[in-house]
């Protein structure tokens, strides 16, 4: 097992970049560039970043790094929240970011193939030709390979599902350099063990993943957005919770406290109210959205919900959505120099104004800024917690407080993370939460990537990354 | 590993017996019960059929088979199409059965904790109280917990997912006897691998189920009901995938070829044309149900659907509805003293029209008596063979002629089975469709079941049932 920081020798640099044609640097630029994410968990270099280009080269590369032990982190945009793509024990950053090919859309088949390293904006603008779009938006403009390992989701998931339910298939390599295919172009397959939906989520730490089969959907008919504000967040996270029960079609449900609210004016330009609000969106045809925003406004009017705003304008519609995914760099962006913890607790539907409440004391006791916005319609919230990275008690502090709050969080039925992954923070949650199936993750971990080269330190407890 | 068929010594079944207070039986009729499913493979008695009563239980009897070599096969209501509760090598056959307590509905969070042997109907009436329901409808009324182990789907999977989507979480307990949960509570989840999903559909070879939590749905305001007529499949076919391609909102969509329809109407006293047909369902507001009829009857109009015949009235939506789930037994009791053998190929949607034309020429060229109905809208069709159980030479004959079927299936890109799994009958079509990826699924069984007491001869080939 990995255990220690691995420093490449020159041998193996020189290995390494005869697989790859050259393309491997060990410039203190693409090492820093490779040594951190969008979190705040300090950086931590690669001993070399080698670009792969191809499914072969990834599977020449790992069979090279199994051999000689040597860790491999996969690499896409590095928009991670949770530390996956920090190589804490050195060895490779293996960067997919070239293999950016959309090969093949087949609208037919509502279907997508695409290489790993396509970013989401990429492949919807590509799609948008053939009247089709990839429903899964994570805030920033993530890899399909990257969103597909951490088991990415977004605004949509309620509408749409998450990559785990529009992941099709895929070619992945493993630890050993065996090149696999899991899944079939089909919306339905019973055909053995579902390894497609094992590796989507696995982090990196089962498998590399090179090309995937993405299931697309038709640009609906009609969209259109909406807005309504509460004088409390309590009243907000109800009045959603509410209308998921009723089953009102919605596409997207997004709550966003008052400070988020003030961070999104201040960062795009935007006049909205400066109260907590509820987004949402309605995807159909002309009536049947206008049916269904009526029927929202009806439930949220029973929650106090002021100031409904509908508007069908495409232009509009999509300012807000632009606005609302770029809530977290509009918190980072409230505070030069500092850097925002995210959390991604998830509870059962009927605890979340509650979970949600909790997290707040918790975080004004301690006098940390914050702000709270969430896919509520989802029970899955975020804290967006600030810190300065020249104060590193302060975020060993953050981490003991969001632990804290982790544990009530599972214990009133929910999980540390509903959509960002464990990554290196959430270890400890993970060993509390998942308890006795943590043992067969690791018994399938042992069985895939037998010495641990990839991405350790991630999902899984190693020795120098304990605390 | 398993390898012959095991009889149990009489000291084992006391042994066992003690661990059930008795609940073991070797009576003729019990093993004949336990010996065979609804499909055509020939009965295999277990050795003994031992009945268990809770988790605990279940884990005990486990921990003392895995330390016997006794094979297991776990046994809920024995509606498989595929011979998975068949014990091919012997040992026991363990009852869940009397497991079958709904142990918690909760409307607040939109889901149902069940023991794996309620079944799907007893659980759909007790939610009927609280206005939800349980979508999934395979036609049998299968347990929840045989549902989970072969990832079964059913007619309402277009629009609310199969058992993958629909199981949240899981109590099952492993060969070696240890008791595991699985997954949360929670509608999003991103810790750690997805262990749910990799024993949803792991046939009863990897872990025995014994509680789930399940996502359940509020009724929907508005349910209607459609037929349509066409005089060919091909165009009925056609008019459904292009309905996908629309986006329109469909709750249901299945095809049924002249000779369903006919069984349909002998079985349940029904009097539909005798013609290739589509069935609907369209769930909303009294609006959008009526407005998604609409769309469909356009599309259908220019494939030359005649007879839109359209219901809101509920009996007559439900009959429609039972007819179509026992379309199996229409079929059967078509034919006396015969057996249906049902395949369950999918292909990507562009495919679909041209894969159910392959199948129905191959079997009439070989003039096999069939009948072809599907769930098209998710590109997954099942052919029912007519066979007699005293005539084995034409059941070879059969399956030959399936698997070549299969083949070119797959090489279209499909897959071997769309929702009713491996079994016994499919091990040499995985192995030429799953091809490289089947080598990581031997991997995982051998690091979860290391003697392969679980469902021994399912999914993976074992050396006395290979052909």
């Not at 920081?5 to 640097?25: A, F, K, M, N, Y």
């Not at 298939?169 to 050993?176: E, F, I, R």
């Not at 987004?279 to 159909?284: I, L, M, N, P, Y």
């Not at 929202?296 to 609302?324: C, P």
């Amino acid at each position: 097992m990995i255990e220690n920081r691995v420093e490449l020798t020159p041998r193996q640099i020189s290995d390494l970049g005869l697989i790859v044609d050259g393309r491997i640097s060990t410039s203190q630029s693409a090492l820093d560039q490779h040594g951190h994410d969008e979190s705040a968990f300090p950086s931590s270099p690669p001993s070399a970043v080698v670009i792969a280009a191809s499914t072969e080269e990834v599977s020449e590369i790992l069979q090279y790094c199994n051999s000689e032990a040597i860790p491999v982190v996969a690499f896409g945009a590095g928009t991670s929240l949770e530390g996956h793509v920090v190589p804490l024990f050195g060895g490779i950053s293996l960067d997919l970011s070239s293999m950016n090919r959309v090969l093949e859309v087949r609208p037919d088949d509502l279907l997508a193939r695409v290489q790993a390293g396509v970013h989401r904006i990429a492949l919807n603008e590509k799609l948008a030709n053939d009247g089709l779009f990839f429903t899964v938006d994570p805030g920033a403009d993530a890899t399909l390979g990257g969103m597909a390992a951490t088991g990415a989701a977004g605004t949509t998931t309620v509408r749409y599902g998450s990559m785990r339910e529009n992941v099709l298939a895929m070619t992945a390599v493993l630890a050993s350099g065996e090149i696999i295919h899991t899944g079939r172009n089909t919306r339905k397959l019973s055909a053995g063990y579902d390894l497609t939906r094992l590796l989507v989520g696995s982090e990196g730490t089962l498998a590399v993943i090179t090309e995937l089969s993405l299931r697309v959907f038709g640009i609906p008919e009609k969209m259109a957005a909406a807005t309504v504000r509460f004088s409390s967040m309590s009243e907000g996270v109800q009045a959603a919770t509410e209308i998921v029960k009723a089953g009102i079609s919605i596409a997207r449900c997004e709550f966003l406290d008052a400070k988020c609210i003030r961070n999104l004016n201040a960062y795009d330009s935007m006049s909205l109210t400066e109260l907590p609000t509820l987004f949402f969106e309605f995807h159909g045809t002309p009536r049947s959205v206008e049916e269904d925003a009526l029927a929202v406004q009806e439930i949220v009017a029973d929650f106090g919900g002021t100031e409904f705003e509908w508007t069908s304008d495409e232009g509009e519609r999509r300012k807000l959505w632009r606005a609302r995914h770029n809530a977290h760099w509009a918190a980072v962006a409230a505070h030069p120099g500092k850097k925002s913890v995210s959390t991604d607790m998830a509870v059962p539907l009927s605890k979340l104004a509650k979970a949600v409440a909790l997290a707040d004391e918790m975080l004004a006791a301690h006098e940390f800024t914050h702000s709270i916005l969430g896919h509520v319609a989802d029970g899955n919230f975020h804290c967006q917690i600030i810190t300065d990275p020249n104060n590193p008690d302060e975020l060993v502090n953050i981490r003991r407080l969001v632990h804290e709050m982790t544990l009530e969080i599972i214990a009133m039925g929910g999980t540390c993370t509903g959509e960002h992954g464990i990554g290196a923070g959430k270890i400890d949650a993970l060993e509390v939460e998942a308890s006795d199936s943590l043992k067969v993750m690791r018994r399938i971990k042992d069985a895939l990537d037998p010495k641990g080269i990839l991405n350790p330190g991630k999902i899984f407890a190693a020795k120098t990354n304990r605390t």
